[in-house]
């Protein structure tokens, strides 16, 4: 039988797990982009989308719910033109709100977007002091409130991950308020005089302050999207080579391996199942088809037994030839290992069938328990797991004696000692010699 191996690639896994973003909605996939790229690309979109919805959504509550409170306790204490303003700035600002929402939910998102938002929400803090202003006098509409609110709205950019909106935000908010003081409230020389904190040095301060934070926020926007890009990015990565290293070793391997420290497995003394099963009358029929047909039948019959032996909760070790070693209770918490690997090779005997029989075909196997050393096995820069030892030879040999005694899945004493009584047809063969020891060794047939 020839030997195919495979070896596996030295590991230096990553540990811990995440989430991934993932938002609903159109997106802005970008064609030659690499997967990674297009997932972060994709995702940080949908993210944008969604975040500039949910703010207007936020705004459209704080605005109703600021005019229902207005409209019961002060519209009998201001002015009637200044309650008609507050009216119409409402009757605006709600349905471009609105408006904005709307589009978003229905898939129509550009940046623009989220520009025309954000100066919706300063100016919405500059109708605030203009309204003080007309309500209560300069000197209270400069040193109330609402300027503070200013610095909400770049700050908030910060954590929509948007940095130039940032410096849009601190920009915008900078120049209202200065315009509001130099063309609307235009404090007195005499009101300065009295409030030293209204002059126009202490304004150019307070400007200044605004589009500072604005800088900042944008920075620590910058700061933020780079580490979820990066984040996502390698978490793309990640799973990509999960994914095509899961082809090479077990799930379970590649578990393990990403739980060391050094993302090596070191070798062990274990207990576990141990299969050797390959296809009857393979050799004769590779001969008579091309190497496509050859590899396709391979593949067809090592999809099915790799199915099946992850089912009963094993692993596929390795592929040789047209034959499979697997292991059964190694890295798992199956406390019955050898009952899952008698049921493993009695499935891929009857679900192989109609795949091997038109073909003259059939599988067999042979079955041990016992003690193996497990773990990497080769050089440095190229090795392979794998379990050996005295058990997995003698399995080995048992395989190719199905040949000699006629039988399809031939087992060891110690294996239907660990199977539960009445549970498979067993049928003793007496003691056999076997390549390679000195005794004769009692063995089993597991029969359907």
């Known amino acids: 039988m020839s030997v195919i191996n495979l070896p596996g690639l030295h590991w230096s896994g990553f540990s811990g797990s995440a989430k991934l973003f993932s938002?609903?909605?159109?997106?802005?996939?970008?064609?030659?982009?690499?997967?990674?790229?297009?997932?972060?690309?994709?995702?940080?979109?949908?993210?944008?989308?969604q975040a500039e919805k949910i703010t207007?959504?936020?705004?459209?509550?704080?605005?109703?719910?600021?005019?229902?409170?207005?409209?019961?306790?002060?519209?009998?204490?201001v002015d009637e033109s200044l309650a008609s303003n507050i009216t119409i700035l409402v009757l605006v600002m709600m349905p471009a709100f609105a408006i904005i929402a709307l589009l978003i939910s229905a898939g129509y998102y550009s940046s623009i977007i989220k520009y025309i938002n954000t100066f919706l929400q300063v100016s919405?803090?500059?109708?605030?002091?203009?309204?003080?202003?007309?309500?209560?006098?300069?000197?209270?509409?400069?040193?109330?409130?609402?300027?503070?609110?200013?610095?909400?709205?770049?700050?908030?950019?910060?954590?929509?991950?948007?940095?130039?909106?940032?410096?849009f935000a601190g920009a915008v908010s900078s120049i209202q308020f200065l315009l509001i003081y130099l063309l609307v409230l235009k404090p007195t020389p005499e009101l300065i005089?009295?409030?030293?904190?209204?002059?126009?040095e202490v304004?150019?301060?307070?400007?200044?302050?605004?589009?500072?934070?604005?800088?900042?926020?944008?920075?620590?926007?910058?700061?933020?999207?780079?580490?979820?890009?990066?984040?996502t990015e390698s978490m793309?990565?990640?799973?990509?080579?999960?994914?095509?290293?899961?082809?090479?070793?077990?799930?379970?391997?590649?578990?393990?391996?990403?739980?060391?420290?050094?993302?090596?497995?070191?070798?062990?003394e274990q207990e576990?199942?141990?299969?050797?099963?390959?296809?009857?009358?393979?050799?004769n029929f590779s001969s008579k088809v091309s190497s496509r047909e050859v590899t396709e039948m391979l593949n067809a019959y090592f999809e099915i037994v790799c199915n099946i032996v992850e089912e009963e909760k094993g692993m596929v070790n390795k592929f040789l030839g047209d034959g499979y070693l697997a292991f059964f209770g190694l890295y798992s918490n199956d406390d019955s290992p050898c009952e899952s690997a008698a049921r493993a090779v009695l499935r891929i005997k009857k679900e192989t069938a109609a795949l091997l029989e038109p073909?003259?075909?059939s599988t067999g196997a042979a079955a041990n328990f016992g003690k193996i050393i497990t773990g990497e096995m080769g050089s440095s820069g190229r090795c392979e797991f794998t379990g050996i030892g005295a058990e997995v030879n003698l399995t080995s040999r048992l395989e190719g004696l199905n040949k000699r005694l006629k039988s399809n899945i031939l087992v060891t004493q110690d294996f239907v000692g660990k199977l539960p009584a009445n549970h498979f047809n067993v049928k003793y063969r007496g003691e056999q010699s076997v390549r390679g020891l000195d005794k004769d060794v009692p063995l089993f047939e597991i029969l359907p």
């Open 23 to 49: 938002f609903k909605g159109k997106t802005n996939k970008k064609p030659g982009m690499s997967t990674g790229a297009q997932f972060s690309s994709v995702s940080f979109y949908d993210r944008e989308a």
């Open 56 to 77: 207007c959504l936020v705004w459209l509550v704080v605005i109703a719910f600021t005019y229902t409170f207005f409209n019961f306790s002060f519209r009998d204490t």
């Open 124 to 167: 919405l803090v500059s109708a605030a002091i203009l309204f003080d202003g007309m309500a209560q006098g300069t000197a209270y509409a400069l040193s109330s409130m609402p300027p503070m609110a200013y610095a909400l709205v770049p700050m908030i950019t910060a954590f929509r991950l948007q940095p130039w909106l940032g410096l």
């Open 193 to 200: 005089t009295e409030i030293p904190s209204l002059s126009f």
């Open 203 to 231: 304004t150019m301060m307070k400007v200044v302050v605004l589009f500072a934070l604005g800088v900042a926020s944008s920075l620590a926007a910058r700061s933020l999207k780079n580490y979820f890009e990066n984040f």
């Open 236 to 268: 793309e990565v990640r799973n990509r080579l999960q994914r095509n290293f899961g082809r090479f070793v077990s799930p379970e391997i590649v578990s393990q391996i990403e739980n060391s420290e050094d993302g090596m497995l070191t070798s062990t």
């Open 272 to 283: 576990a199942a141990i299969v050797f099963g390959d296809i009857r009358g393979f050799t």
């Open 359 to 361: 073909h003259g075909l």
